[in-house]
């Protein structure tokens, strides 16, 4: 179709100074905008996938469920755009002359129905976001009673890991699998932000201030801590390694940094028969572990018997609770900030 | 044509021996002179008196800094003409059009002069000036991160560069399009013969140059640790640089305050006749509500910058948890400028990018209003998302929901812009020169941007994203990819009319695959670190990054050899480019019917307008017309639809 045949088609269909919806440009538009939405659906599915490290808890999934879901919804919307914009270049370009201005174009000065249409996908698009994000994070704030607690402090440029009532203080993290911790988190001197990535939690480390963030690991690995925020001179060596393990794994690691065994199998939630390494059942260290449905209320007390403990089956259900990671201020009950030192 | 009546051009005036006063001695150097020894005597003082004292060198640095600024100031002129006005005798009008420029040649730009087509000029290579300290500086970092254990830098180097780095491309692309263009351009787009405040606008741009030296200076005072966020308490520990700093800032935010007044009042009082609100071009009106917009964040970083420095000067503790301030305050009071500042940065690039489209188009701007509109709710609901910025702070979760909606809420104004834009296209007649590649960069770019934005705006993903490079990757592709292409489109387009002379576009294609490319792998790599986990502002990394950063690396040396290639470019158009005819690209709006080069006071007579510039193919005759002679002496406002005439100008002109 020539350009002014063009023009007149346009003309022709703009009597009303609007512009219907389809016409034979939207057509082949269409085709465009539906090729380059697979692309970007197909894109949203796979590619986090891969690009992700392995993520060890609830609240990982959730980073990962996110991205997917929100490049779903958007794929369209930049495919529209997209579309539109490569398709105006290749058939709508004013071929001929460069140093001329090409004729004028039909005068549309804009289209109603269209911008309110517009207007309504996105508004809807944005009320999907919102819902997803405030349920996935409502489901995030969810506590336990038996928590792990573990004291994290920020310096520079290290992080200190403490495990109350056992007397460790250590460089390096280790949770045991499935039970719920909570990192209780401050700063010695400047700020630093709490990172452990594949967790799917992160808070700052702030002096003088107690945040806590909550999840639950729920496969075992290796993994890194790193500091997120900018503290100084060596930032980038800021980190530690860190590691989900099996209960006995924690127990002993805990009895191999200084607590006795007793506290060591306490703070594990093993009984000190299941600490041996005669009953740790085989294949542990690398079995995701499975939910059981119906026993999601089950969480990990001190003195859970040992068969109970050292079948991965069932310890699995205290993970099926999605467990909440939150950022509070305080050390779980009371004040925001303690006084000035 | 009866050019006969035409009045003679302002700058051929004659002007007496004594023009000007004192201003005929002062010029960038005698500014410069008179800011180093005000500096030094500051300094000396300073020193003599208070470097006994617990906060003696952040006293020093910070006098010697406010010494070289207002001995800067003194010795380029800006306080000459209200001090003169004090004294009881103004200026007069010799005086006035030597300020102007007239009579000086090329010295003009060299001087303190109130014309608002040198400010343009001048503010123009100050964001070229910029970009490149800023665009170094990116190269240094991405050259460290070239391999995971580099030895190119050490980390404090490293540290005070991705400060600067930060800093200086935030002023730079701050004033990049409300510096050049709504200086330059605007005041013509609406039929003014100057800005509203020609001293101030003079004075905008000598203040801002004032400040770049002191954040230069941050590299001879230890360097600046903190990134260009300077979180508190790190930064109220750094070293004397950053009194330097927060100088910087706290001058910077004063020609950014002064400019922004100026053009709000330029362009609600010195519209031409006939030039309604309705009928501005896009282009001003992002100008206005980005000015705006500045006016509400700005002040904000002033403030946090002076408690910054009472803090690290005096021993207040505003953000010092271990004296009972809070470094959340710090967060607060920075972010409280920060977002409003980051559509600072956005709507003029955005507004002019419309403005572009439907020329080269030949369509008017799809739904103007609605995207008036769509700028208005920007700003709106710019101002009350800061928080987003603080997700993983700690500080105050419960705020997580609310701004998790205003910050998606954003998205729909964005959208419609974006509907605007692609609307503009639709069924145009789709001239590609050189500005219109960027206008389709800048929607490729900023769609990503927009897109990958959506992920940090939810909390739960937030989580994860924050702090780490996909962070770095979002905010480059809306800030350069976005922003930054968007002027550059402006720069292509305006060119011809500031410089007079043609761009060579053959060259600025080059440039522009160079930076297409480049800023895609670029940021793609950083995308893919940021999935990996890879923290930002690392002088070292794990080698599990490797090959993004690589990548990234490779990327930055193709978007830099862009750039290199478009400033190749730009001063080779400058020196020896075709000369522009005065409408090259057969646009409507009322700067481009001016003659090219723009004569004093721009408009030999005033126009007159009947329609706003988009009446492309409405086979009307053009609404915004500059007769080139005065037939009546009683302007009238004609029937919308034909042209119209005005009166002769008062060659007296009022400054």
Known sequence: MSFEEQVDDIEANTILGGEPFFSRAGGKIFIIWLVFTAIGVLIGVYAPHHLLPTLLSPQGSDVWKTIVVFTVLAAPVAAFVYAVSFYSLFAWRHKGNQDEPPPDAMPQRGNGPMTVVWLAISSLLVVVLLFWGITVWNTQQVTHADTLQVNVTGQQWVWTYSYPGTGV???????????????????VDVTHGFWPAVLGVQVDANPNVTTIIRTTPNKLGNFTVRCSQLCGLYHAFMNNKAAVVTPQQFSTWLQSQGATQAVADQSAGVSSS?????????????????????????????DATAPTTTAPATTAPAATVPDGTTTTTGPADSTTTTAPA | MTTALAPPLLEDTKLGPNAGGLY?????????????????????????????????????????????????????????????WMLGHDQTHEDELYVAGVGQGRHRYLKYCTDHKVVGTQYLVLVMVLFAVGGTLAMMIRTQLITAHSSFLDPQTYNAIVTVHGMVMIIATIVMVSGPFANFIMPIMIGAKDMAFPRLNAMSFWVIFSAVPCILATFFLGGVNAGWTTYAPLSVQAPPAMDAFAMCIIVFVVSVTVAGVNTIVTVVTMRAKGMTMGRLPIFTWGSIIGAGLGLYAMPAFLLAMTMMITDRVTGTSFFVAAYGGSGWLWENVFWIMGHPEVYVILIPPVAAVLEIASTFARKPVFGYKVAIAG??????????????HMFTTGWAPNLAGPFMLTTELISIPTGIIFLCTIGTLWKGSIWTRLPMYFVYLFIWNFI???????????????????????????????????????????????????????????????AFWLIAIGIQVTYFGQFWEGFQGMPRRVAYYDPQFLSANQMSTIGAYTLMAGWLVFLYMMLHGWRNGKIAPANPWHSKTLEWKVPTPVPLENFLVDPVV????YTYGEGVPDGQEVPDFAPSDDPELVPAGSAGSGAQTDAGGDH
């Open chain 1, 274 to 302: 299941a600490s041996s390494p005669t009953t740790t059942l085989p294949g542990v260290t690398t079995a995701t572990p499975t939910t059981v449905p119906g026993e999601t209320a089950t969480t990990l007390t001190p």
């Open chain 2, 375 to 388: 700028f208005v709710a920007i700003a709106s609901l710019a101002i009350m998302v800061w928080a987003h």
């Open chain 2, 610 to 613: 009947t329609s706003d510039p």
């Open chain 1, 169 to 187: 203080e250590t460089r390096t993290l280790e949770l045991p699998l499935n039970r719920p911790v909570e990192f209780n988190i401050t700063s």
């Open chain 2, 24 to 84: 005929e001695r002062l010029n960038i150097w005698t500014g410069l002179g008179f800011g180093i020894f005000l500096g030094f005597v500051a300094w000396v003082v300073s020193h003599a008196t208070l470097q006994g004292s617990n906060w003696g060198s952040d006293m020093v640095v910070t006098c010697t800094m406010l010494g070289w600024v207002i001995g800067f100031n003194i010795g380029i002129g800006t306080f000459n003409a209200p001090i003169r």
């Open chain 2, 448 to 510: 990503i941007g927009g897109v990958t934005g959506i992920y940090l705006s939810d909390v739960p993903a937030d989580q994860y994203f924050h702090g780490d490079m996909f962070v770095t990757a979002h905010f480059h592709y809306t800030l350069l990819g976005g922003a930054m292409i968007g002027a550059t489109a402006a720069v292509c387009y305006w060119f011809p009319k500031m410089s007079g002379r043609m761009l060579n576009e053959r060259i600025g294609k080059v």
